[in-house]
């Protein structure tokens, strides 16, 4: 069972930057974010594999970083030019290599964009 422990959520601007972190307890091939605004559904928002693949939501391409300390079995999404729309509970994940569905869960960090 590996465990997922996020920080870094809070309120924001419009156009503010946060910075999330997603610490595990052991290696697993990917991690990434999902989110979860009110009365929508979780959507993914970007995701890293051990070997540095990346990929993004659409909507946040250009402005969301995701990076991945293999070391610390530790993944960052560097958040930049946040907008309202961005306001969310975002969840750290944890998937096996050829698994369609994360296998693991964060407990969720909210973050606010708003002036």
């Known amino acids: 069972q590996v465990q997922l422990v996020e920080s870094g959520g809070g309120l924001v601007q419009p156009g503010g930057s946060l910075r999330l972190s997603c610490a595990a307890s052991?290696?697993?091939?990917?991690m990434g974010w999902y989110r979860q605004a009110p009365g929508k559904q979780r959507e993914l928002v970007a995701g890293?594999?051990?070997?540095?693949?990346?990929n993004y939501a659409d909507s946040v391409k250009g402005r969301f970083t995701i990076s991945r300390d293999n070391a610390k079995n530790t993944v960052f999404l560097q958040m930049n030019s946040l907008k309202p729309e961005d306001t969310a509970v975002y969840y750290c994940?944890?998937?096996?290599?050829?698994?369609?569905?994360?296998?693991?869960w964060g407990q969720g960090t909210q973050v606010t964009v708003s002036s």
């Open positions: 052991g290696s697993i091939f990917s």
């Open positions: 890293i594999t051990s070997g540095g693949t990346t």
């Open positions: 994940y944890g998937r096996f290599r050829y698994a369609s569905s994360p296998a693991y």
